[in-house]
């Protein structure tokens, strides 16, 4: 009995995790094929008659896992095609998330209940919508009355899809959420706020506050840039070890009251659920809770239940309960790590410091673990990940439980601690960020050099090539060998380099972040720029550009000819003149020649009220192929320039709805490329947008996608 004991709780966990693969190949089968999936499965189940017991138990799992995926597939198509208010409309609703920074106002989704017709309230069970508001004092949770214009806009904000927007003109919150869940994580997350209120665009705080509750909404984009190219993007998703710090603290507090085992295991499941609700059930925290939930409720009743078991067993109820989740990135990060860091917690251990080499074993499964995901979803994966976690994994941990015990008692001394913690994490970001990124044959490559490293026969071998890889990777690349286009990766902005097998180099923009700027430069080699362009003033086009002059060997910097350069532009201007640069104010009708490159500038064709419609338009040509790269004009702009249907097209203004559809379909072209910020907030690129582009057959490529988009032209 004993023996049998003693086993039992590793083969659940193996049954657990079988269950969990089947269940995640069942849900996104039943979520990309529908109905024949579910069929498919029944079909096999019926032919497995006479298969053991537990065989039969994890085919229904696949079947039924397969019915959540078609279920949530329909449950989005219905959402998507659903009907929204149209025109001047009043409606109530519960809130669903909480507000986050849209532009220069706050967007919300909400489900509506009810919708005012001839001054009286009619049930409208509809669709969820999207409000954008002034207001940001709405929480999840919460009823609210929402006066504004609405319109039909089928989209997706955050991953959750939504009929149509509401532009508000007022948002009142007739009641605060009655839930017992509701009313403590709200006030939690209050707690924080309030908390971190006097650190206020401190970006140590921003943090923290993706430590604490994982709200990034104030987190700069060049900081969340630099935290996903170091690979440490996932302590700002709150996870397994925030989970455990929370129980840590919820039990201190609920001490007097967990005398016994089963009593404080209970009081934790009642901590879990506040913590999903503080956290906002962020697929990773489900995640987290679910296994820990399994943990304690095993505990409840009396027998073991190991960490696979935990983690399957919290895999296929959440896939049983949700198929979507099988295709939500979030979510599949979360597990692979997950699983991973259980593989490599024991890698070294019979290494000494142990702790340092657990920490080691199991930073490096994990991020072995989510390399293929990373490669799909993102197209790259830091080299050095590992050594950079393994200096920020401690700094995280201090800072999480110190702020967060100096947030929620006032003791400022605890927070300050804890936001220098965070600023030190936010240092070794900006440090890794630079480091090596590995496309698929670099990955390729260690892991062939890490099979040979395991072997002593080839151990020497392969310490030379990884040396001799080491010092290849350091070296700048030299220029392409074809005419090249490469929109790069500098989040919510704009940044075109255009090269030549010549050396010729001419970069169009430079994004927000001089950092991700110059990153971005070295990666591709860029020591001498030789035409500088400034498209126009726009923060998100020259805010790169500060300091640009002490990194490289600049020739001429093009400005627009008008009035408005904005708030850096100008300086630059003077900066450039001082150092002996010229300045040329470009305005259509030039033409040049820079290397294999023909430049004809098709605007600003006069002056503008509008700062946008004053960019610089430029037509290139190059190799028999053209390129039009627009700047950020609108449709006043645009209905003055001639039909060109590029080759090439970088879609205006990060495809926002300031473009002429009309214009954009007259002119649509073979490829469509667009410089956008992984989760902007400003709703780019716009649905409209997208669906000209697709109604034209035009593929689309995006930054916050594929990266850095990298067109040659032979």
Do not use: C, K
Request: aromatic share 6%.
């Amino acid at each position: 009995m004993t023996a049998l004991r003693l086993r039992w709780p590793r083969a659940l966990g193996r049954w657990a995790a079988g269950a969990a693969g089947l269940a995640w190949a069942g849900a996104f089968a039943g979520f990309h094929l529908g109905p024949a999936a579910v069929v498919v499965a029944v079909v096999v189940v019926a032919a497995g008659r006479r298969w053991p017991t537990p065989v039969r138990l994890l085919s229904a799992v696949v079947v039924a896992a397969a019915l959540s995926g078609v279920a949530a597939s329909n449950r989005i198509e219905r959402t998507l095609d659903a009907t929204a208010p149209i025109g001047n409309v009043e409606v109530v609703g519960v809130v669903l998330e909480d507000p986050r920074p849209y532009g220069g106002s706050s967007r919300f989704v909400f489900q509506p209940s009810h919708l005012l017709v001839a001054e009286a309230w009619r049930p409208f069970p509809g669709a969820p919508l999207a409000v954008v508001a002034d207001d940001d004092s709405p929480q999840a949770g919460d009823t609210v009355r929402v006066a504004g214009v609405g319109r039909p806009r089928p989209t997706v904000v955050r991953g959750d899809p939504v009929a149509g927007i509401i532009n508000a003109r007022h948002v009142a919150v007739v009641a605060r959420s009655s839930s017992p869940l509701f009313v403590a994580g709200n006030q939690l997350r209050a707690r924080v706020a309030s908390g971190l209120e006097g650190h206020r665009g401190d970006p140590d705080a921003a943090l923290l506050a993706g430590f604490l509750i994982g709200d990034t909404s104030d987190l700069d984009s060049a900081d969340a840039e630099a935290l996903r190219r170091a690979g440490l993007t996932h302590y700002v998703a709150v996870s397994g070890s925030n989970v455990a710090l929370f129980l840590a603290a919820w039990w201190l507090v609920a001490a007097p009251f967990a005398w016994n085992p089963r009593l404080r295991a209970g009081i934790g499941l009642v901590g879990l659920a506040v913590f999903v609700v503080v956290t906002r059930w962020e697929p990773s925290v489900v995640r987290a809770a679910t296994m820990a939930g399994l943990v304690l409720g095993a505990r409840i009743a009396g027998f073991p239940l190991d960490a696979w078991a935990a983690l399957g067993g919290a895999v296929t109820l959440l896939l049983l309960v949700s198929g979507d989740l099988a295709v939500n990135v979030g979510f599949q990060l979360s597990v692979a790590a997950t699983a991973g860091v259980l593989v490599g917690a024991g890698m070294f251990s019979r290494r000494r410091p142990r702790w340092l080499w657990a920490t080691l074993g199991a930073t490096m499964a994990a991020q072995a673990a989510v390399v293929p995901l990373l490669m799909s979803h993102f197209g790259g994966v830091p080299l050095l990940a590992p050594v950079a976690n393994l200096l920020a994994a401690p700094l995280v941990t201090l800072s999480t439980a110190i702020g967060g015990v100096g947030v929620l008692t006032g003791l400022d001394v605890l927070v300050s601690m804890g936001l220098q913690a965070a600023g030190a994490v936010l240092a070794i970001a900006h440090a890794a960020a630079g480091w090596p990124q590995l496309g698929w044959a670099g990955v390729g490559m260690v892991g062939v050099l890490a099979l040979m490293v395991s072997r002593r026969a080839t151990r020497a071998v392969a310490l030379s090539a990884m040396i001799l890889a080491g010092a290849t990777l350091a070296m700048p690349a030299g220029p392409p060998a074809v005419p090249t286009m490469t929109a790069l990766d500098v989040g919510q902005g704009d940044a075109v380099l255009l090269q030549d097998p010549g050396g010729w180099t001419m970069l169009v923009d430079g994004g927000r972040d001089p950092q991700v700027l110059s990153r971005a430069l070295q990666d591709h080699g860029v020591r001498r720029i030789h035409v500088l362009v400034a498209t126009h003033g726009d923060f998100d086009h020259v805010g790169g550009f500060v300091g640009l002059f002490d990194r490289v060997e600049v020739g001429r910097l093009w400005v627009p000819d008008q009035p408005d350069l904005g708030d850096v532009l100008p300086e630059l201007v003077l900066e450039a003149a001082e150092r002996g640069i010229p300045v040329v104010r470009r305005r259509a009708g030039t033409m040049e020649r820079i290397g294999s490159f023909e430049l004809t500038v098709l605007g600003p064709r006069r002056r503008y009220a509008e700062p946008n419609n004053g960019s610089i338009v430029l037509w290139v040509t190059v190799e028999g192929s053209t390129v039009l790269l627009p700047g950020d004009i609108g449709a006043v702009a645009q209905g003055e320039l001639e039909t060109v249907r590029p080759d090439v097209m970088l879609i205006p203004h990060h495809g926002s709805s300031t473009t002429d559809l009309d214009w954009l379909a007259a002119n649509a072209p073979a490829l469509a490329v667009i410089s956008v910020g992984r989760d902007n907030t400003y709703g780019h690129p716009a649905p409209e947008v997208l669906q000209v582009l697709e109604d034209g057959g035009v593929p689309v490529w995006l930054t916050s996608e594929h990266g850095d988009i990298v067109v040659p032209f032979r």
